[in-house]
């Protein structure tokens, strides 16, 4: 099999959209697009040496085009949720693209997961993959300045999917960008993944309101289902009468790994599933990590052979700062000013149990 096979995929708004297959030297292969910089399938073998695709996505391009949960996207220019749909920045307060409920979510109605991204290949010695760039014009969503972005990803030989962002702008505005896979590691189509082991490496997470935007409050995960240090079982408290579980309709959280930013790798979370095997293993820059169990998932969708993807079929672990960060001065800060770079990077590892 060929490290790198391109198959033009289709078209959309008279943009040409294509199928980029990377696969390495132990045949994981990880399939990308340029509409929506999305991951669109990751073949990892089991514990008996089969192959099988472990995100949920799209067989055709039409499918990323209309769908309406980020399935495999690259989201922002503002991940999560913003409350009020305003950010003020330098004393200049924007208006966003808000969401019914007051709220800016995923970057607004043609987020980055809507844009055809311009894709560079590349193959080096430590792995191969593509760049996805993007001009996010001035006033793009209400976000001010416009900004260049770009998303990395390279397979490496050990099995690890390598995502890394690069953002400038020439005009002070907010960025939080995360990668919005949902993950089945017994298959994209083996059904819910309430039986999937999770650990995650934090003692905090962030309490939401009845917007799921954080209402301020950092709280510690003893003694309640945000309680993920051990290795548990994803189901296990995901239909407490809870407060929080209500909220979020099971688990729409962020945890808290750093209390800042900086360019430190370090574990994010963990995932196994018993039947087959697998274990993905998540590092990242980012000061958090939002885990999402496809509560809003509903069948109204059918994904790649022609499955329909119900309720918590896949999980997200998506890396990034904490949500509405741009209206809590005590969370990182999520400003980036002219002439400067963003920077972040993500580690999805895959391996057996």
Not at 156 to 185: G, P, R, W
Not at 217 to 238: C, E, H
């Amino acid at each position: 099999m060929k490290p790198l096979d391109i198959k033009e995929w289709g078209t959309i708004e008279n943009q040409k959209v294509y199928r980029y297959t990377l696969t390495n030297k132990n045949g994981m292969r990880v399939c990308l697009s340029n509409i929506g910089a999305a991951i669109q399938s990751v073949f990892v073998k089991d514990k008996n040496g089969v192959f099988e695709d472990v995100v949920l996505g799209y067989d055709t391009v039409e499918g990323y085009w209309h769908d309406p949960f980020y399935i495999g996207t690259v989201v922002g220019r503002y991940a999560n949720r913003i409350a009020g749909a305003k950010v003020n920045i330098d004393g200049t307060t924007w208006q966003l693209t808000a969401k019914e409920g007051g709220f800016h979510h995923h970057g607004g109605k043609e987020g980055f997961n809507k844009k055809i991204w311009t894709p560079v290949l590349f193959d080096k010695s430590k792995g191969l993959g593509l760049v996805f760039s993007l001009l996010s014009p001035d006033g793009d969503e209400g976000f001010p300045g416009n900004l260049l972005v770009q998303v990395k990803y390279t397979l490496t030989d050990y099995d690890q999917l390598i995502v890394e962002y690069k953002c400038q702008t020439d005009k002070s505005t907010v960025i939080n960008l995360t990668q919005h896979s949902y993950f089945n590691l017994g298959g994209h189509n083996k059904g819910s993944v309430t039986d999937h082991q999770l650990e995650v490496n934090a003692t905090h997470y962030l309490p939401v309101n009845n917007m799921i935007v954080p209402n301020g409050n950092i709280a510690d995960v003893s003694g309640s289902p945000f309680d993920f240090r051990f290795f548990k079982q994803l189901g296990r408290d995901i239909d407490l009468d809870h407060e929080q579980i209500n909220l979020g309709s099971g688990y729409d959280h962020s945890w808290v790994l750093k209390k800042e930013r900086s360019p430190e790798l370090v574990l994010a979370a963990q995932a196994t599933e018993d039947k087959s095997g697998r274990k993905l293993t998540v590092y990242t820059t980012e000061p958090a990590v939002h885990i999402y169990t496809g509560n809003f998932l509903d069948g109204s969708v059918k994904g790649k052979d022609g499955y329909a993807y119900q309720r918590r079929d896949g999980f997200c672990i998506e890396t990034q700062n904490y949500p509405d960060s741009p209206n809590k001065l005590h969370f990182p800060s999520a400003i980036l000013k002219a002439g400067e770079v963003f920077s972040s990077k993500t580690v999805f590892e895959f391996g057996l149990k």
